[in-house]
């Protein structure tokens, strides 16, 4: 038994789930361009007013973004990993994977961010998980430091908004205990 | 009393929500059991983890950006 139906709730299946929460997993998978329908949003099926709540939130993520994706995700993988967030850390490793982000620069984020090159992408992920694990720490120079690498105000604002995403998403999993999708599994070779 | 106005049920609703923002590895089943021992349902349950995790988003926006209290909050709070 998924340590989430040991926690007592019930995963909700495409072929069980109301004709509200059927509509809602359809509109995920059209909206996120996923063929399946992964253990995070399934384990939202009880209650339809969350799913709503958590499929806005992110739908309004992925539509108003301009950061590239790799870069998203990096961010989104890099502090799942301090985290120890082991579904979402999967889940991001397997889309950084997709979007073509190499093999050492994925060891050094979960790592040692002192070995991610180039420099401006280390600064980034430094701040990222500042921002994301010791937010009152964050000062003047941890921007400056940033814009004099040629990251703009736009930019780094939409990092923290990401950060604050990669938080609130690994809170939810680690929480409810959701397992790691099996399809996501098999893509990291761990079925 | 209506259900949201028993204390008891208020604060372990607020310790749970602390608990996942805070601690949500710490989660354990009995910290949903006892909730549900008190008449809350799943459903709610959820809903309470997606506040908190809203919760400490806002919190890390506010904090990281260095954001003020605005001027009318603080009146209000008489500050």
Redesign the interface.
């Given at each position: 038994m998924s340590e989430f139906r040991?926690?007592?709730?019930?995963m909700i299946e495409e072929d069980s789930a109301s004709a509200e929460v059927r509509q809602l997993y359809d509109d995920f998978k059209r909206n996120f361009q996923s063929p399946t329908v992964p253990n995070y949003i399934k384990?939202?099926g009880?209650?339809p007013?969350?799913l709503r709540?958590?499929m806005g939130?992110m739908s309004s993520v992925y539509q108003n973004l301009s950061l590239p994706q790799a870069l998203t995700a990096m961010i989104c993988f890099t502090i799942a990993t301090k985290n120890?967030c082991l579904y979402c850390s999967s889940l991001h490793e397997v889309t950084c994977r997709t979007l073509g982000v190499d093999e050492d620069t994925l060891t050094a984020l979960a790592e040692d961010l002192n070995e991610v090159n180039p420099l401006r992408i280390r600064a980034i992920m430094e701040f990222a998980v500042k921002?994301?694990k010791k937010?009152?720490e964050?000062t003047a120079e941890d921007y400056e430091n940033l814009r004099n690498l040629g990251v703009s105000n736009n930019e780094i604002?939409q990092i923290?908004?990401i950060?604050?995403?990669a938080?609130?998403?690994?809170?939810?999993?680690?929480?409810?205990?959701i397992e790691v999708d099996p399809e996501v599994n098999e893509a990291l070779g761990k079925s | 009393m209506k259900r949201w106005e028993n204390p008891e049920r208020v604060r372990v609703i607020i310790e749970f929500a602390v608990k996942?923002?805070k601690y949500?590895?710490t989660?354990v089943?009995q910290d949903?059991?006892s909730r549900?021992d008190m008449g809350i349902t799943?459903?709610?349950i959820?809903?309470i983890?997606?506040v908190?995790?809203?919760a400490?988003?806002?919190?890390?926006?506010a904090?990281?950006?260095?954001v003020e209290v605005d001027q009318e909050y603080k009146n209000v709070l008489g500050q």
């Amino acid at each position: 038994m998924s340590e989430f139906r040991k926690m007592g709730f019930k995963m909700i299946e495409e072929d069980s789930a109301s004709a509200e929460v059927r509509q809602l997993y359809d509109d995920f998978k059209r909206n996120f361009q996923s063929p399946t329908v992964p253990n995070y949003i399934k384990a939202f099926g009880e209650s339809p007013e969350s799913l709503r709540l958590y499929m806005g939130v992110m739908s309004s993520v992925y539509q108003n973004l301009s950061l590239p994706q790799a870069l998203t995700a990096m961010i989104c993988f890099t502090i799942a990993t301090k985290n120890q967030c082991l579904y979402c850390s999967s889940l991001h490793e397997v889309t950084c994977r997709t979007l073509g982000v190499d093999e050492d620069t994925l060891t050094a984020l979960a790592e040692d961010l002192n070995e991610v090159n180039p420099l401006r992408i280390r600064a980034i992920m430094e701040f990222a998980v500042k921002a994301a694990k010791k937010s009152k720490e964050v000062t003047a120079e941890d921007y400056e430091n940033l814009r004099n690498l040629g990251v703009s105000n736009n930019e780094i604002m939409q990092i923290v908004f990401i950060a604050g995403i990669a938080v609130f998403n690994d809170i939810l999993a680690d929480s409810f205990k959701i397992e790691v999708d099996p399809e996501v599994n098999e893509a990291l070779g761990k079925s | 009393m209506k259900r949201w106005e028993n204390p008891e049920r208020v604060r372990v609703i607020i310790e749970f929500a602390v608990k996942s923002s805070k601690y949500p590895q710490t989660v354990v089943v009995q910290d949903f059991q006892s909730r549900r021992d008190m008449g809350i349902t799943d459903d709610e349950i959820l809903q309470i983890a997606n506040v908190a995790s809203i919760a400490v988003y806002l919190d890390t926006m506010a904090d990281t950006f260095k954001v003020e209290v605005d001027q009318e909050y603080k009146n209000v709070l008489g500050q």
